[in-house]
């Protein structure tokens, strides 16, 4: 099985490699963001795209889920064009179902692109979709320890994002104990406190996006 | 890789049918806890262990993480014995796992074994631990929708539990969307309604078990 399973990894490596020279040929910066089921993904990118698309931002979005197209209708609704993937049993997105999603896409008509992966704090981490940076979301719900306790999807990430941080107080949530967990697995990482409900931390969320864009248009 | 899958599947599903009669043939009820990371399972079996041990019932637990012995340790200050498996990066326990785990144990002298699975609402879905009953968790804090989206687990699992309801005005949980959730997926599935800390629906939780453990004595 490994050995099948290394096939599949070095496959997707390679077509993941060429989506991102297509990504960066065309201009577009592509985000992917992680995490556990009900974290927060969906609610902090509905938010993110409303932003965008009223200040003028070109942005379109793919969401990956087993079943159900709940979240791509809740991200339509900010006007950003939304593709949905069903994986079936499939437990996370590979670059294959990325290609196959966004063949007709005219990517240089965008400025930003938003994947959201299945809920899964395991599995993602192996598969590169050819995203420019990778955020890996947790949720103050969740308890402090999950960088320690899922150090391989944190390793792959170049940013974590902290969600809920409006649920801090209620849930008795230990901030010191969670950052020393996330620079524990991962020293140097950038961490973002945010809330999308309240709006706490959406702008250094934002900042981070401009900044991702930044780099690469200047590269 | 489906092919390879498939060959692992069946070999794992051998193994867990034969767990599952070495479990039967020694008196001892097995019951499993998938979930999301930080839906509450290791709170939730804490709290059951202190119970049962309080109460002079024999238990044991298998957890299961990819790093860290957290949960293990947690569990521990209950006084139950409690064995960590190290997943590294392997995203959901399987039979062999378990097999391993208890090879020296003397299944004879336990009236409960738990096994909490890797925090992870997808891969464990597929694999048979040779479980009497398996629960699956998921918190007030993540959504209503969640068995909508993660169809296989719930199809798999004998209970449904939601869990941190002590925290469900605070995220303005509809439990009536929750339920339809529930439903809509398994139309005949037990749900029972939980908060391990503040003890609410605790006893309904513990009326489940033994439920479960008088079935299977029976049979």
Redesign the interface.
């Known amino acids: 099985?490994l050995e099948?399973?290394q096939?599949?990894l070095k496959k997707n490596d390679l077509l993941a490699r060429e989506l991102r020279r297509r990504f960066e040929d065309a201009g577009v910066t592509v985000i992917s963001l992680a995490s556990?089921?009900?974290?927060g993904k969906t609610t902090l990118l509905a938010r993110t795209l409303r932003h965008f698309i009223e200040a003028g931002t070109r942005v379109a979005a793919l969401v990956g889920?087993?079943?159900?197209d709940?979240d791509a209708r809740r991200l339509r609704e900010s006007g950003a064009k939304v593709q949905q993937i069903t994986t079936g049993?499939v437990?996370h997105l590979d670059a294959e179902m990325i290609e196959s999603a966004i063949r007709s896409w005219p990517l240089d008509t965008l400025d930003y692109l938003f994947i959201e992966n299945?809920?899964?704090?395991?599995?993602p981490?192996?598969f590169d979709l050819g995203e420019s940076r990778r955020a890996v979301l947790?949720?103050t719900?969740?308890?402090e320890?999950?960088p320690?306790?899922?150090?391989?999807i944190f390793h792959t990430a170049d940013v974590a994002v902290i969600t809920?941080i409006d649920?801090a107080a209620?849930?008795g949530f230990d901030r010191a104990a969670a950052l020393a967990a996330i620079s524990s697995i991962c020293p140097v990482m950038p961490v973002i406190e945010v809330s999308a409900s309240s709006g706490e931390g959406f702008p250094t969320w934002c900042r981070w996006l401009h900044a991702c864009r930044t780099l690469q248009l200047r590269l």
Do not use: M
């Open positions: 099985l099948a399973r096939k599949v556990s089921p009900g974290a889920d087993l079943a159900t709940h049993t437990c299945v809920g899964n704090l395991v599995c981490a192996t947790f949720s719900t969740e308890g320890d999950k320690a306790k899922y150090p391989p809920k649920l209620a849930v």
